[in-house]
């Protein structure tokens, strides 16, 4: 049984690793509801397996499905991946999965985040968003690890560590008051200090323009290695995009991360602008409690919602006029690793993408050897 811990990591010598680092497994839900992917979540459950086939070619996959979609999603999916009946209110493994933390001793463990579907009653993006908040308990079950319930809200997406003491995350969404309103910015970075066992917090202002997650940062930013991040970028003066990609590089060129070190920032072009057509928005239920889709809206695009697995990197492919470049790009920054797109329009018109619906388990390897 997963037992829940009465400690913190950083008590117990327990750290977040980077994304980077080795990882045993990788976890995913299934896409279901029609209110947030169109028609049904049949296009989206197509991007789903071509997601998970491509990371299931580095590392083993998990995908958890509710009672209803077992057997469509079994049946979808290659079967070197493992299917798991698991009840969710959506599937955003990132936001609502455990957190793994390890020590150097072989152990591993999670941290089990308090949900609110991105806001609550104040702003999120729906209701009910119970069965998302248990996610975590029954991932740490399945893995067979002990967990920490961290007594805070947040999401896995708002977080990218360098696994050596450092946190990047954005103001725009750990600050927001839909999330911890009575936490002030010097008892959240305390408590990011806790349960990721970090020294320093790096902040970010704005996420990207329109994330609904109120600007995630694995959307904007994300750690190639340790003191070298990639940034979505616009040159475009004009788009609003830009004062937020220029205010995050000049906030990551000033900063220094928790070994000193001033960070190497890399520019991602941005795709698009992409928008959600009449058609895309016409195929999403209509739902109380859930937010609405509007045809013209622009998505918040960016190839820095990618996953890195343990030899590839999973990127999404929004844009045929860009797409080439960011791969390249990508390649570039990871040689060892080799560089696979996904289809990535189905995730985005969802509200986010290839990194939102991923969630690794990181290798607990012990050092003393
Ligand atoms: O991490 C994410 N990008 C989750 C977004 C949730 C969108 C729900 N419509």
């Given at each position: 049984m997963s037992k829940s811990l009465d400690s913190n990591p950083r008590r117990d010598g327990y750290r977040m690793p980077g994304e980077f680092e080795p990882h045993s497994a990788c976890w995913l839900l299934w896409p279901e509801r029609p209110d947030n992917w169109r028609l049904g979540a049949k296009p989206a459950q197509q991007a789903f397996v071509r997601l998970a086939t491509a990371i299931a070619g580095s590392e083993p996959v998990t995908v958890g499905v509710s009672a209803a979609q077992y057997a469509n999603a079994r049946r979808l999916l290659p079967t070197q991946v493992r299917v798991v009946e698991l009840s969710s209110n959506d599937a955003w493994m990132r936001d609502v999965g455990p957190t793994f933390v390890v020590n150097d001793r072989g152990g591993i463990r999670g941290v089990d985040w308090q949900f609110?579907?991105?806001?609550?009653?104040?702003?999120?993006?729906?209701?009910?968003?119970d069965r998302d908040d248990a996610v975590a308990q029954k991932v740490t079950e399945i893995e067979g690890c002990d967990r920490y319930r961290a007594p805070f809200i947040l999401e896995g997406g708002s977080i990218h560590v360098d696994g050596q003491g450092t946190v990047i995350t954005t103001e725009e969404c750990?600050?927001?008051?839909?999330?911890?309103?009575?936490?002030?910015r010097a008892q959240i970075e305390t408590q990011l200090k806790r349960y990721l066992n970090v020294e320093t917090v790096v902040w970010l202002g704005k996420?990207?323009?329109?994330d609904e997650t109120d600007g995630h940062v694995d959307n904007l930013c994300a750690y190639v290695r340790p003191a070298e991040v990639v940034l979505t970028w616009t040159n475009?003066?004009?788009?609003?995009?830009y004062e937020i990609s220029r205010d995050a590089h000049e906030r990551l060129k000033d900063a220094r991360d928790a070994r000193g070190r001033r960070f190497k920032v890399h520019k991602l072009q941005q795709p698009g602008p992409l928008h959600m057509t009449a058609e895309e928005a016409a195929g999403v239920d209509v739902a109380e409690g859930t937010q609405p889709r509007a045809a013209g809206g622009r998505l918040a695009a960016s190839y820095v919602n990618f996953y890195i697995g343990n030899r590839c990197i999973v990127a999404p492919l929004l844009d045929p006029r860009r797409d080439r470049d960011a791969l390249r790009k990508l390649q570039d920054l990871f040689p060892k690793r080799e560089v696979v797109g996904v289809p990535g329009r189905e995730l985005l018109l969802g509200g986010g993408n290839v990194h939102c619906v991923t969630q690794q388990v990181p290798l607990a390897r012990d050092r003393r050897r």
């Open positions: 609110n579907a991105w806001g609550g009653l104040r702003g999120g993006l729906y209701f009910p968003w750990l600050l927001n008051p839909n999330r911890n309103p009575g936490l002030s996420g990207v323009l329109h475009d003066r004009n788009d609003p995009q």
